[in-house]
Nanobody, 120 residues
Framework: QVQLVESGGGLVQAGGSLRLSCAASGTIFSINTMGWYRQAPGKQRELVARITSGGSTNYADSVKGRFTISRDNAKNTAYLQMNSLKPEDTAVYYC??????????????WGQGTLVTVSS
């Protein structure tokens, strides 16, 4: 069993900052890509940012220059630093990871989500 637990969501004014954390636990040999997705009310879930085990990153155009994804492989944890937040960033943010739970076998795991609300 592998679990992802997110934390760090909350209410912030436009222009403010939040830092999300995602900690993986359970039977883990390694973690490949870790990412953050978000889903706003009435919209589909979309990719925000992801990072490979080697540190390569990619971002949605809407967050480039404002959000930074990072990870601590020793702690099996990913982070999302969100700066210059806008009301349109309001959404439930989900952590995602591809986890090698047995040698040679990967499992896609999702967190339960954390709500980020940006007030104008």
């Amino acid at each position: 069993q592998v679990q992802l637990v997110e934390s760090g969501g909350g209410l912030v004014q436009a222009g403010g900052s939040l830092r999300l954390s995602c900690a993986a636990s359970g039977t883990i040999f390694s973690i490949n890509t870790m990412g953050w997705y978000r889903q706003a009310p009435g919209k589909q879930r979309e990719l925000v940012a992801r990072i490979t085990s080697g540190g390569s990153t990619n971002y949605a155009d809407s967050v480039k220059g404002r959000f930074t994804i990072s990870r601590d492989n020793a702690k099996n944890t990913a982070y999302l630093q969100m700066n210059s937040l806008k009301p349109e960033d309001t959404a439930v943010y989900y952590c995602n990871a591809w986890v090698q739970h047995t040698i040679g076998r990967y499992l896609e795991v999702w967190g339960q989500g954390t709500l980020v609300t940006v007030s104008s």
